[in-house]
Each structure stands twice: as C-alpha cells, then as structure tokens.
C-alpha cells in the first residue's frame, strides 16, 4: 500500500532523521554551581570539570563569564550550549551598548531574556541544556536568580544548581543572613563546595570563587579545598556488614 | 512654498537639495491643533488643544499613553499618530515582556525617527503627516522629544507644535530656565499658560484642552476634566471675565479684552486633518 503511505520531505522536521537537529541528550557537563547575595554583590563558585558522562574528560572549563558591566552568568549541563548562550549574550550587550545612551542592561534584563530564550527553545523541543545561575548588582540594587532549561526563573538571596540544590542549599538556608562580609560568604560556599566534592561524583577539586560588586567582577585563581579522609567510618567499612567484603 | 516640478515623488531631489514631499508633510503638522511639552528634572507635562468641529461631536484624541512611563501629544494627521502610536505601545510591550524592563524613552525615540525615515526613502510610501512629542522616563531622568517626519528628533526642555504654536513657543522660551527645578504643580501651570497662549483672547477652559502627566513614580495618566479645571481656576489664569452662564464658584481675573466675549466666541478652529 504504497500510495498509501505519506511521503516527508527531506527538511522536515518529524521522524527519525530529524532528530539530528534537536538536543536528545547532553554530552559534555559541567555540574553545580553555587551562588549567594552578600553585602557588596553577588559570590559564586564553580568547580573547573567537564565530564564526558563518568569520564572527567575536561578540568580546566571556566563554567562563570560576566555579562556586561553589571551581571555573573553561572551554567551547569552542557558546555557547549553554554558556549551558544553566552555567544547570545554577546550580540545582545553589543547591541545595547552601541546605542551609547547612558542606559544599560541590568541583571534582572538579563534574566530575563535568558528566561525568555530557555523557555522558547523548551517549546520547540529543542532546549539549551542547561541550569544557569544569574547575579549581579546595579545602582546598590542586588540581584540573584536562575532559570532551568525547561524555562523555570526565579530570584532568590542563595540559589544553586543540580545536585547544590540537595546538599548545598539546606547549608545555606541554615547559615545565610543578610550582609554577610566577603570572607564570610567565602566560607560558606567553600562549606558547601565541600560537601559537594564529597558527595557527587562529577564533581573535582578544582574551584574558582567569582564576585561582582558595583566596581565590577573578578574571578580567582583556579584552587583547591582541603579534604579528610581519616574518618575511622572509613577504615574498615564493611566491619559490621555480614556477607559484605 | 509653491508647486514645483520636483515635488511630486518624495524620491525626487530638488537641484536646491530639498524633498519637497518631505517638506509638505512638515506643513500638515502646522495645520494641526496645537500641542505643548515642558520637563522638569523629575516631570514631564503634555498639554493640547481639543477644538470638536462642532458641539455635536466630540473632540479627537491627541494624547495617547504608550506606557506608564511614555506617552505622546500629537499635532498633525490624527490618523497617522494613532498609528504611530500603536507601533510605540507595541515595541513597549515586547520590550517590558523579553526584559521585564521599562523601555528606555530615548531608544523608542530612535526607533520611531528610523520607522518615519523609512517613508521618505520609498517611491511607494509617503511620509507621515505628524508630529510627536514623546514625554518618558528613563536612567537618566525626564526626557521630552520631537519627532518630525522627516525622521529627525530633537530633545526639548519645552516646546510646542501645530496652530499657532509660536505664541506658546513665546511664552516657554521666557519661562523655561526656572522649569528644571519646579514642582510638578507649577508645571502643569505652565503648560496651561502656554495653551491659553494658543487660544489667543478665547478663554481656557478644561474642555477645551487635555493635560496628562508622568513623573518619576507617577505613571502617565490624563488629568480628567475636573482637576484641569480647578486647577485653572486656582492660578487665575482665565484670561476672561466670565458671563453669568458660567460654573459655580468660577473666580475671573478681571482682565477685559475686546473682540470676542464669554461662551459663544468660540471660533471654527482649522480642520483638525
């Protein structure tokens, strides 16, 4: 029943040879990213891996850039859609900064927009994999938010990404106040890096903390935590497990 | 200005460097009634003077909210500036849903001058016969702009356009060093001042002209007819007496001026377009 059957043209875009032109799946990933308002801005920390699903292909991936004079794009997921939204973000500071008209883009426009991107491309089915963290400062306005890769935004003091959101997260709503100091939110988010060092297996002890302030952002170096592994639940695990090894 | 050979297509040079056609649109803008702009450093007033053509009617709206930080009085083809300011409401839309930001007035600006500019370099279009002026917000403060069709805009601490504009454009040019610091009551004053100089002897009166407002935290809203008319009573600024037929509670400055009276002087102003 040949006749019968409906013919594609070969730019279509349903069935099988189509799906070449949408993300089925990520490939290489950068996990969480934490962030949190403090009293000069905004802190965020990365780790520096990109992971090749078990493999921790990559370990010198900036997964923070600063978006004009006043906003810190943090991304988890895949790197290279990352690379495609800050190329995005590109074209749109240049645009706005060539009107040469005192007005600029703050973070919550870049939210915004971003927001507005993740959500179209989740409506046609092909989504820029990635959970990204947003922050900045103007005018002594701070500003902090997200927006997943299915278009979902919201602003808050601390916000985190992937596995951050399990174990980082219930640090900071513990231990987050207003006006912290830098060092203190340094602390903090080495507090929480740690326990995601610990506790997730794409992570690698490899960070860069960036802040933003009205006098702009900085990145550090890249560097490590200091971790501990004597614990005497370490020694010996399997000591009361019967039939274990 | 004469008819010439050049001014049949808006494509055409004049061997002096002119578009005639271009030319023409600015003198429909004249035509129009008149239509006044002042800023402060925080406010911006529109004002405008609304003739109906006659009492059956009612009068054409010249004033139009393009957000609640920009609006627009137009003098001109009244047809052609709610078009324009379809466009401008539309492009403020986008803007405040992509950015969740109020659009700066200044870009707008620019954007429509590039929208008028556009009609005056096609064989198959003809340049829009009004003049806007563009009262918003943004950054920097309170901006007032004119937008011509011949796809310039200037920025303006004041300005007046349309009928008998020159005479506003009189007044404003004495007062205008005091309108950076004044209040925003004064303001409005001003404006109405500047409108009464349009009218030339007839008497101001809140039917007759729309006053709206926007300022830093005060959103761009038209005063309704009552505040506009109490607020003419209260700076005395009725040029003349007024006939028993007139509101209660009315106080006239006494200054008699000869030619019409109260009430019935109410001349056929030129064809609003």
Same mark, same amino acid.
Do not use: W
């Given at each position: 029943m040949d006749f019968m059957a409906s013919k594609q043209p070969e730019n279509s875009l349903l069935g099988p040879e189509a799906d070449s032109q949408r993300t089925l799946?990520?490939?290489?990933?950068?996990?969480?990213?934490?962030?949190?308002?403090?009293? #000069?801005?905004?802190?965020?920390?990365?780790?520096?891996?990109?992971?090749?699903?078990?493999?921790?292909?990559?370990?010198?991936?900036e997964r923070m850039k600063a978006i004009g004079k006043h906003s810190l794009l943090g991304a988890s997921g895949e790197i290279s859609d990352f690379q495609e939204i800050l190329r995005y973000l590109d074209d749109l500071i240049l645009y706005d900064n060539m009107w040469d008209d005192g007005n600029s883009l703050g973070p919550k426009e870049v939210h915004n927009y971003l927001t507005r991107v993740m959500y179209n491309r989740r409506n046609k089915f092909n989504p820029l994999w990635n959970s990204l963290v947003l922050g900045g400062i103007k005018n002594g306005q701070k500003y902090l938010g997200t927006v997943s890769m299915i278009g979902v935004n919201f602003e808050d003091d601390h916000v985190a990404t992937g596995f951050g959101n399990h174990l980082a997260r219930p640090i900071l709503r513990q231990e987050w106040h207003e006006n912290l100091s830098f060092e203190d939110g340094v602390k903090l988010l080495e507090k929480c890096m740690r326990v995601l060092l610990y506790r997730d297996r794409s992570a690698i002890n490899k960070l860069q903390i960036a802040k933003i302030t009205e006098e702009g952002m900085t990145i550090s170096q890249p560097y490590s935590l200091k971790t501990y592994w004597e614990f005497s639940a370490f020694e010996n695990p399997t000591q009361g497990a019967v039939g274990s090894w | 200005m004469f008819r010439n050979q050049y001014d049949t297509d808006v494509t055409t040079w004049s061997p002096a460097g002119r578009l005639f056609q271009v030319e023409y649109a600015m003198e429909a803008v004249k035509q129009g009634s008149a239509a006044i702009g002042l800023r402060s450093k925080t406010h911006i007033v529109l004002g405008c003077v609304n003739k109906a053509n006659s009492e059956l009617s009612s009068h054409q709206k010249k004033i139009f909210k393009v957000d609640d930080h920009i609006g627009v009085a137009i003098a001109g083809l009244t047809a052609d500036g709610r078009v324009l300011s379809r466009?401008?409401?539309?492009?403020?839309?986008?803007?405040?849903?992509?950015?969740?930001s109020p659009l700066p007035v200044g870009r707008l600006v620019v954007q429509l001058a590039d929208k008028a500019q556009v009609c005056t370099q096609r064989s198959w279009k003809r340049p829009y016969g009004v003049g806007l002026l563009v009262a918003g917000l943004d950054e920097s403060g309170a901006h007032l702009y004119y937008n011509c069709p011949s796809g310039n805009y200037f920025e303006y601490q004041a300005f007046a356009i349309g009928s008998r504009s020159q005479a506003a454009k009189t007044y404003l040019e004495r007062k205008f060093e005091n309108f950076t610091d004044a209040s925003r009551d004064d303001?409005?004053? #001003?404006?109405?001042?500047?409108?009464? !100089?349009?009218?030339?002897? !007839?008497?101001?009166?809140?039917?007759?002209?729309?006053?709206?407002?926007?300022?830093?935290?005060?959103?761009?809203?038209?005063?309704?007819?009552?505040?506009?008319?109490?607020?003419?009573?209260?700076?005395e600024i009725v040029g003349e007496q007024e006939g028993p037929d007139a509101a209660a509670g009315q106080?006239?400055?006494?200054?008699? !001026?000869?030619?019409?009276?109260?009430?019935?002087?109410?001349?056929v102003a030129p064809m609003d377009i």
């Open positions: 799946y990520p490939y290489v990933t950068g996990t969480s990213v934490v962030a949190l308002k403090y009293k #000069d801005g905004i802190l965020m920390a990365a780790d520096m891996g990109g992971s090749y699903g078990s493999t921790l292909r990559y370990k010198n991936v | 466009y401008m409401r539309n492009e403020c839309i986008n803007y405040g849903f992509t950015y969740e303001l409005v004053k #001003d404006a109405l001042m500047a409108i009464r !100089e349009t009218l030339q002897g !007839e008497t101001l009166k809140s039917s007759v002209c729309t006053i709206a407002v926007v300022g830093v935290g005060e959103p761009f809203h038209i005063l309704d007819q009552g505040t506009v008319q109490q607020m003419i009573d209260a700076f106080e006239a400055s006494a200054e008699p !001026e000869q030619g019409a009276g109260a009430g019935a002087g109410e001349g």
